[in-house]
T-cell receptor, first 115, second 114 residues
C-alpha cells in the first residue's frame, strides 16, 4: 500500500469549507484513495473514494491532482458535528488477497470545527 | 436504511467472567469484520467472515476469543475469562463483499473489565 502523509491537526471555522490534504507520492496506477473519519466515541465512517477523477457525494468532495500524488478532501460547509479525525488511505480496490479486508489507519488529521 | 447495529452499547464485567457481543450487519452484506480499538489507539483487526465462514481468524488475541456468524447475518464475539487488558471498544463492520475497503461500521460496544 502507498504511504500517506497528513497534517496532524487543523482548525476550521463553522460554516466555512474544510480542506484536508493528503500526500501519497508513491501511489501506483491501480490504487484508489479512500477517506474515512472517526468522530469521538463512534465507529469509523466511510466518506468518499476515487481513482483519478474528482468525486462528489452528499458528504464531501475529493480532488485528486493530475499526477495523483496528492488529494484534498473538501467539506464544503463544516459544522461542529464534522469535528473528527480524518483518515486518508491508499489501497488497491478489488484485491482479495491476504490482508485486503483489514482496514488500517495512520495517524490522520484531527479536524476541529470552531464556532 | 438500517445501518450496522451492535449490542450492548456498554458492558461492564468482572475479571474472569464471560461476555458476548452482538453485531447485526447491514442486510445483504456478505462480509463482516470485527475490530478492537483501545483508548487513543488505532483499529486492531480481529476476524473476518465471508458468509458464515471465517477465512481469517489470525487477529484473535488468544484462545479466550471466539466468534461465529449464522444465517449470513448476525455475528457474536465471545470473550471467555475476561481480563483487564480486554477493556476496549469492540467494533463490527460489514461490506457487500465486493469492496473490502468500503466498510460500514457499527457504533461499537465499550467493554470495561473491572
Amino acid at each position: 500500500d502507498a504511504k500517506t502523509t497528513q497534517p496532524p491537526s487543523m482548525d476550521c471555522a463553522e460554516g466555512r469549507a474544510a480542506n484536508l490534504p493528503c500526500n501519497h507520492s508513491t501511489i501506483s496506477g491501480n490504487e484508489y484513495v479512500y477517506w474515512y473519519r472517526q468522530i469521538h466515541s463512534q465507529g469509523p465512517q466511510y466518506i468518499i473514494h476515487g481513482l483519478k477523477n474528482n468525486e462528489t457525494n452528499e458528504m464531501a468532495s475529493l480532488i485528486i491532482t493530475e499526477d495523483r500524488k496528492s488529494s484534498t478532501l473538501i467539506l464544503p460547509h463544516a459544522t461542529l458535528r464534522d469535528t473528527a479525525v480524518y483518515y486518508c488511505i491508499v489501497r488497491v480496490a478489488g484485491y482479495s488477497g491476504a490482508g485486503s479486508y483489514q482496514l488500517t489507519f495512520g495517524k490522520g488529521t484531527k479536524l476541529s470545527v470552531i464556532p | 436504511g438500517a445501518g450496522v447495529s451492535q449490542s450492548p452499547s456498554n458492558k461492564v464485567t468482572e475479571k474472569g467472567k464471560d461476555v458476548e457481543l452482538r453485531c447485526d450487519p447491514i442486510s445483504g452484506h456478505t462480509a463482516l469484520y470485527w475490530y478492537r480499538q483501545r483508548l487513543g489507539q488505532g483499529l486492531e483487526f480481529l476476524i473476518y467472515f465471508q458468509g458464515n465462514s471465517a477465512p481469517d481468524k489470525s487477529g484473535l488475541p488468544s484462545d479466550r476469543f471466539s466468534a461465529e456468524r449464522t444465517g449470513e447475518s448476525v455475528s457474536t464475539l465471545t470473550i471467555q475469562r475476561t481480563q483487564q487488558e480486554d477493556s476496549a471498544v469492540y467494533l463490527c463492520a460489514s461490506s457487500s463483499g465486493t469492496g473490502h475497503l468500503l466498510q460500514y461500521f457499527g457504533p461499537g460496544t465499550r467493554l470495561t473489565v473491572t
